[in-house]
């Protein structure tokens, strides 16, 4: 199985009947088609979300985790979306002890429930909710090196049919939304970064911050570093290209590793 990196959109973007709808609706598609890219269904789904931070590590622990409405001035019909996946205690534990062996400090919090980075996402790529699922934070501070090094512990989950997806956006700068020619810099730089094996990726990606329109595409890098994880989690093979598309004159884009 290999691991993603998706972009989960603007809120409940994908189930809004409006302007807002329209500009994401090439992104919904993408989503929507993601399943018929896999070589199979996963066996379960390990989500790394760009809406939660901890101290340490954190996975989801529940069996039936409630959803956390995470976003603002929606419809009224955005806060009543439900997404009955299952969690997965089973995987949650097996996640922590892979991190645990790599010498990667981790928490199960049975109590935390799925942000809509999780449940937005996964509700238009698998709106059958059948898959158990399991969300993990990322690590407060936000080190490059430190998420690669995440998804490099992970990556026996992969010959286990688990599927690994960093949930962000590869554009993230909410005030520049319209700033076509830096999202597609960012963009194109990110090809080349990605284009290698996982010593040209990591190296690479630590380096994000000084590449072309870097900061400007992510003032703040929450929205990347699940691509971290998604990247570490991968093999030697080169990242593949899933989509690009645009949110208004924006480049957005997804991609696998496997």
Request: proline share 9%; no cysteine.
């Given at each position: 199985?290999?691991?993603?990196?998706?972009?989960?959109?603007?809120?409940?973007?994908?189930?809004?009947?409006?302007?807002m709808a329209d500009m994401f609706r090439p992104m919904g598609e993408f989503l929507a088609r993601f399943s018929a890219l896999?070589?199979?269904?996963?066996?379960?789904?390990?989500?790394?979300?760009?809406?939660?931070?901890?101290?340490?590590?954190?996975?989801?622990?529940?069996?039936?985790?409630?959803?956390?409405?995470?976003?603002?001035?929606?419809?009224?019909?955005?806060?009543?979306?439900?997404?009955?996946?299952?969690?997965?205690?089973?995987?949650?534990?097996?996640?922590?002890?892979?991190?645990?062996?790599?010498?990667?400090?981790?928490?199960?919090?049975?109590?935390?429930?799925?942000?809509?980075?999780?449940?937005?996402?996964?509700?238009?790529?698998?709106?059958?909710?059948?898959?158990?699922?399991?969300?993990?934070?990322?690590?407060?501070?936000?080190?490059?090196?430190?998420?690669?090094?995440?998804?490099?512990?992970?990556?026996?989950?992969?010959?286990?049919?688990?599927?690994?997806?960093?949930?962000?956006?590869?554009?993230?700068?909410?005030?520049?939304?319209?700033?076509?020619?830096?999202?597609?810099?960012?963009?194109?730089?990110?090809?080349?970064?990605?284009?290698?094996?996982?010593?040209?990726?990591?190296?690479?990606?630590?380096?994000?911050?000084?590449?072309?329109?870097?900061?400007?595409?992510?003032?703040?890098?929450?929205?990347?570093?699940?691509?971290?994880?998604?990247?570490?989690?991968?093999?030697?093979?080169?990242?593949?290209?899933?989509?690009?598309?645009?949110?208004?004159?924006?480049?957005?884009?997804?991609?696998?590793?496997?």
């Amino acid at each position: 199985m290999p691991a993603a990196y998706i972009p989960h959109g603007g809120g409940p973007a994908f189930f809004m009947h409006d302007g807002m709808a329209d500009m994401f609706r090439p992104m919904g598609e993408f989503l929507a088609r993601f399943s018929a890219l896999l070589p199979a269904k996963p066996s379960a789904i390990l989500i790394v979300t760009a809406h939660w931070e901890e101290s340490a590590v954190t996975v989801t622990g529940g069996t039936n985790p409630a959803l956390v409405y995470d976003y603002y001035g929606f419809p009224k019909e955005t806060y009543s979306l439900t997404y009955p996946a299952p969690g997965s205690p089973e995987l949650a534990a097996k996640v922590a002890a892979l991190l645990q062996q790599a010498q990667i400090a981790v928490e199960v919090d049975p109590a935390h429930g799925w942000d809509h980075g999780v449940f937005i996402p996964l509700k238009v790529m698998y709106p059958q909710a059948d898959i158990p699922v399991v969300a993990m934070s990322l690590k407060a501070g936000l080190d490059p090196e430190f998420h690669v090094a995440v998804g490099e512990s992970l990556r026996p989950l992969r010959d286990e049919g688990m599927l690994i997806v960093g949930s962000g956006m590869s554009y993230h700068n909410l005030r520049q939304l319209g700033n076509g020619p830096a999202a597609a810099q960012f963009d194109h730089w990110l090809d080349d970064a990605l284009h290698g094996d996982a010593a040209h990726r990591k190296t690479q990606l630590a380096l994000w911050s000084t590449a072309p329109a870097g900061r400007l595409s992510h003032p703040r890098e929450e929205h990347l570093l699940p691509l971290m994880v998604a990247s570490g989690a991968g093999s030697d093979a080169p990242g593949r290209k899933l989509w690009r598309g645009l949110v208004g004159p924006t480049a957005v884009a997804a991609w696998a590793f496997d």
